[in-house]
Nanobody
């Protein structure tokens, strides 16, 4: 019913930029909190950034604050993660999660994940 699909990953040099996109369909997109996570091999999955359904509140992990920006376009059912000044430690699989509220049964759907590699 709910489908979440990420795109935009790849290989980039340190100091470079990437923009990740995540499209969520099946339920009204404007009612979903959208969250980016990442997981490196052998490490726990960590929260990177979140934007609320209203779009008025955003939060970032300390490790990415000032470098990453999350924003959404509800007309396109898409949330973005703009990643600037990338570092090798940003290398991970990045996951997008759509989190709907009580009205939609607290539905949570994960995307498949996309690889981001920061290397010379």
């Amino acid at each position: 019913q709910v489908l979440v699909v990420e795109s935009g990953g790849g290989l980039v040099q340190p100091g470079g930029s990437l923009r990740l996109s995540c499209v969520a369909s099946g339920l009204p997109f404007s009612n979903a909190d959208m969250i980016w996570y990442r997981q490196a091999p052998g490490k726990e999955r960590e929260l990177v950034s979140i934007i609320t359904s209203a779009g008025g509140s955003t939060n970032y992990a300390d490790s990415v604050k000032g470098r990453f920006t999350i924003f959404r376009n509800d007309v396109k059912n898409t949330v973005y993660l703009q990643m600037n000044r990338l570092k090798p430690e940003d290398t991970a699989v990045y996951y997008c999660k759509a989190n709907y509220g009580l009205r939609y049964g607290n539905t949570v759907t994960w995307g498949q994940g996309i690889q981001v590699t920061v290397s010379s």
